[in-house]
């Protein structure tokens, strides 16, 4: 069962903040108790705080109504069975705080109460347990440029839903936020209507209940609680690839739900047409309703959600290191989230100063990676294999505009991506002026503005470039 829950939570977070946090813990099993130790009292109080509220309902996925009560104590698993009094041997505070005394069971911390009442739990089919995250809401949502379509369309998906857009597709890459705003969406009409059923469930899992119902004989049930929900949010959809049964019997519970206004929600990591391994009917139907790109965030949303993040979590983040890492840190927000995780982790470690060069000692690593991938050397060919033209023409003095518009694109992208400067970039690109590259630069702003194609593949760029 933990080995499952890591498996998920390995998937959910990014890297680095599951082997930071996660992988340090270690688990013992006990009756009913499940129990995680962590190595110190700081690595504890990240988990709980962080963590523990996604593993308990991990946990409830996993295992139904057996899922175990979760518990957190400083320490290591004893090799003992846990009877043994060695278990007492850190007389530490917050060992006791965090004993597993059995009079505490049912009490005391906050992640506790979530498991108390196993029996209200099994009255509810696993597949409709609603699995909202109620710390995704549109309050902690920033909104950019890059997202604000995504942002609007979801607030009003979540003032009228059934009726406003249905269903609602919104896609990006990787950590942009696709499933906070399924879940705000959520979390909004809950909270206006708390009978309202919505079921949030990611596509793999999808595909997993559907099996498991084949295989027990209960896919009858199982499609008529679907069809029952007030709204269905289905994440990362492009893992229906290929599992054909599973799109047909989302086709019509699709088509079922749409007919009677019940609100739909997916996302996905592509634009719909371009999800390889799905039935074209139902590609064409995700399009019925609105269908919408969220981007990755320019550099003022980068700083407005670390500082947003900071504040969250009681953080005094210096508005100039905010700006030093949204600066290097550009493609994805889960990635934001992890360095400003560490800075904090560092900080509450060591006891000094954010600065700086706090910060970029603190994310060495991290940064190392993103300025070894993204060179201007890189772009250039990126972009000239991208719109198939010779090399050369990044720096020749052509001035046709199959080469002129491709080498324009990759000086805007080497001011986005790279910490050159404009006479740097200039150089690089044949020895052309610093006011060139600003040209260029504003050019590719309106061009992308006007022009969708143009639009399309400088996202295209700069996500290649950039992941
Ligand atoms: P996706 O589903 O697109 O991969 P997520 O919704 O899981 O991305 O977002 C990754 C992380 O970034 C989450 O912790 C989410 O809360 C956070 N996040 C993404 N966009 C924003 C935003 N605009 N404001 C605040 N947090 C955000
Ligand atoms: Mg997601």
Redesign the pocket.
């Known amino acids: 069962l933990w080995q499952a829950c890591l498996d998920n939570l390995q998937r959910e977070l990014p890297s680095q903040q599951y082997n930071m946090w996660v992988r340090p813990l270690q688990v013992q099993a006990l009756n009913q108790d499940l129990i995680l130790y962590a190595p110190n009292k700081f690595v504890l109080d990240w988990v709980r705080d962080k963590y523990v509220d996604r593993i308990t309902e991990l946990l409830k996925e996993l295992a139904g109504d057996n899922s175990p009560n979760l518990k957190m104590e400083v320490g290591s698993k004893p090799v003992a069975p846990i009877a043994n009094p060695k278990l007492e041997l850190g007389n530490k505070p917050a060992v006791n705080q965090h004993a597993s005394a059995p009079q505490q069971n049912h009490g005391g911390h906050a992640f506790n109460s979530q498991v108390a009442n196993p029996a209200q739990i099994g009255q509810t089919p696993p597949s409709l347990r609603s699995n909202l995250r109620e710390n995704?809401t549109f309050d902690?949502?920033?909104?950019?440029k890059s997202?604000q379509l995504a942002r609007a369309a979801a607030t009003q998906v979540a003032d009228n839903p059934g009726t406003a857009f249905n269903p609602l597709f919104l896609y990006?890459s990787?950590?942009?936020?696709?499933?906070?705003?399924m879940h705000a969406v959520g979390n909004e009409i809950r909270q206006r209507n708390p009978d309202a059923k919505i079921v949030y469930m990611h596509s793999e899992r999808f595909v997993q209940d559907m099996v498991k119902a084949i295989q027990t004989n209960s896919i009858e049930d199982w499609k008529r609680h679907y069809r029952s929900v007030d709204a269905l949010l289905i994440?990362d959809i492009q893992f229906f690839a290929g599992k054909e049964r599973s799109q047909e019997e989302f086709f019509h519970t699709f088509n079922a739900l749409l007919e009677g206004n019940h609100q739909v929600i997916l996302?996905s990591d592509r634009y719909p047409k371009e999800i390889d391994g799905v039935e074209e009917r139902l590609k064409s139907r995700f399009g019925w309703g609105l269908t919408i790109i969220?981007e990755p965030?320019e550099l003022e949303?980068r700083v407005a959600?670390l500082m947003?993040?900071a504040q969250e979590s009681n953080f005094d983040l210096p508005h100039e290191v905010a700006f030093f890492i949204a600066k290097r840190l550009r493609s994805n927000?889960?990635d934001l989230?992890g360095a400003l995780n560490r800075v904090i982790a560092n900080a509450n470690f060591t006891g000094k100063a954010v600065t700086i060069d706090f910060a970029k000692d603190a994310l060495r690593d991290m940064l190392a990676l993103q300025e070894k991938l993204v060179t201007i050397d890189n772009i250039q060919k990126t972009v000239a294999e991208y719109y198939k033209i010779k090399l050369a023409d990044m720096s020749s003095k052509s001035r046709s505009r199959s080469v002129a518009r491709p080498r324009q694109i990759a000086m805007a992208l080497s001011k986005e991506l790279t910490n050159h400067s404009l006479p740097e970039i200039g150089a690089a690109f044949g020895g052309r002026d610093h006011t060139t590259v600003l040209h260029a630069c504003r050019k590719v702003v309106e061009l992308r503005e006007k022009n969708h194609d143009i639009k399309e593949d400088f996202s295209n760029l700069v996500r290649t470039l950039s992941s």
């Open positions: 995704y902690n949502f920033v909104e950019g997202n990006g990787t950590g942009l936020g696709k499933t906070h705003l994440d996302t969220i965030p949303t959600i947003k993040k927000v889960r989230e």
